[in-house]
């Protein structure tokens, strides 16, 4: 006779306790419900141990290091600079840990029924844990999304780095080869550059970021060839081999074969959801692409069940994904209500390089492919007084509006102080203003901010006409 394993029963059990689950989990439990959050750890969530936190603390060393050897250019002479990696990455791990301790806390928290121990479908309502069965009325899949393998000849036997690998790396090497144009890819590739690894950048596309506008690509490309990293794009990788010690790239650029070797390959040409292990098919749940598909009320094909974050494959952006997870948490416990839904309009997006870059709601290409009728007008850093001031020209401001109300439909920057800039203009399109309200916002002077009136004030111009 086999033993039966226990059933426990909750409201609401939320596969996965990162920025998306605990969002979602957040939700459920204020609105009264019995709440579970299933977790095989480390705890923390992507965000916080393997990427926002952790590479937005190294970039800042590379920051400090670069403009300190500008110092010159503004009258101040220092001496030899250099990065001590050991100190950087203890700097980052300190910080990791004090964010990863918070987010703990938060879980272990009375509010809900922590498991750490990995999870799987039994059934539409039945999740194995560990060696215990944990039933729900509502379940909500969180469980992110895990470096993609990409099979290209030679890859794997030269062998590679993710960007969980080279956010731990202590030993700098002396020169890489990074696979990958997206923020991953040239948030790292800019910060060992600038530490004084000699770092190759190959992107299949056009043009780095190749989900924006090329207008808004190229200034960054541009600023990253003049600190001395070589970037190739419009590649194709054709193969990779071993030499002595070094790894060799093969590939095509503009037709022309080309080879590039270094002591080590960062793979950072995506990532996708982290579904292997969850036995969806057994709940019923619709995947397709890799993904579980999800409508605007983030559910699934299973009306109980919910998937939110970089899991469903819809946008890898954390506030995103807590908007998910809110939305979920929401529907899951208030059956009786008209549902909440995404609202993706304003669609945040913005990568920590230097300049930075980020965007908000339509790009160009996107009111082209879809139809949608745009004004256009942009203004450069390098006619600007504060950025003048700074020594910071590179890039400019870009705002797209619909052609006769003025409404802002897209605003695009790439320039200092970027992912700062465009929240005022994601405030302006939240409440669906227009160019004539960014236009007559009081603006101090001299500031960064003033630069986002410029292209506004030829924009009304433009409908006065």
């Known amino acids: 006779m086999t033993d039966t394993p226990s059933l426990l029963h909750h409201d609401v059990a939320v596969i996965g306790g990162g920025s998306a689950g605990y969002a979602a989990a957040r939700t459920a439990a204020d609105a009264g419900a019995d709440v579970a959050i299933i977790d095989s750890g480390p705890l923390g969530g992507l965000c916080i141990l393997r990427g926002c936190m952790p590479s937005k603390a190294i970039l800042r060393s590379a920051e400090v290091m670069a403009l300190a050897r500008r110092g010159p250019e503004f009258g101040v002479h220092v001496g030899e600079i250099e990065a001590d990696l050991e100190f950087i990455m203890d700097r980052k791990e300190r910080l990791v840990r004090e964010f990863a301790e918070y987010r703990i806390e938060q879980l272990r928290s009375d509010r809900f029924t922590l498991y750490e121990e990995p999870a799987s479908f039994r059934s539409p309502h039945e999740l194995q844990v560990g060696d215990r069965v944990v039933t729900a009325d509502r379940i909500a899949i969180a469980t992110g999304s895990t470096v993609s393998h990409v099979p290209v000849p030679g890859l794997d036997e030269v062998g590679y780095l993710t960007s969980d690998d080279l956010l731990d790396l202590r030993r700098q090497p002396r020169s890489l080869i990074v696979l990958g144009g997206g923020s991953v890819a040239v948030e790292l590739a800019q910060f060992y550059s600038r530490i004084g690894t000699e770092v190759t950048l190959i992107q299949r596309s056009h043009h780095i970021f190749s989900g924006s506008d090329e207008d808004l690509a190229r200034p960054l490309e541009a600023h990253l060839r003049e600190e001395g990293m070589a970037v190739h794009t419009g590649t194709q990788l054709q193969r990779f ?201 009081p603006h101090y002077h001299p500031t960064l901010a003033e630069i986002l009136t410029y292209p506004a004030e030829e924009l009304a111009e433009q409908l006065a006409d």
């Open 241 to 441: 081999e071993r030499r002595g010690d070094l790894k060799v790239a093969h590939f095509t650029c503009d037709g022309e074969r080309r080879e590039v070797a270094a002591e080590q390959i960062l793979q950072a040409l995506g990532r996708r959801p982290n579904i292997d292990s969850l036995e969806l098919e057994r709940a019923g749940v619709e995947v397709r692409d890799g993904h579980p598909v999800v409508n605007d009320e983030m559910r699934t094909s299973q009306a109980h069940i919910y998937a939110v974050g970089d899991v469903n494959a819809l946008h890898e952006f954390v506030h995103l994904a807590i908007h998910q997870g809110e939305v979920a948490g929401y529907n899951a416990t208030h059956p009786e209500r008209p549902p909440h839904r995404i609202d993706t309009r304003v669609k945040l997006q913005v990568a920590f390089t230097d300049p930075q870059l980020a965007m908000a709601g339509f790009t160009e290409s996107e009111c082209r492919a879809r139809g949608i009728p745009y004004l256009c007008a942009s203004y450069p850093f390098d006619d600007h007084g504060k950025s003048l001031c700074l020594g910071e020209l590179h890039g400019h401001v870009k705002v797209l509006c619909q052609p006769r109300t003025g409404e802002i439909l897209g605003a695009h920057i790439v320039g200092p102080e970027a992912g700062e800039l465009i929240h005022e203009l994601a405030a302006v399109m939240h409440f669906h203003g227009t160019v004539h309200d960014l236009a007559a916002i």
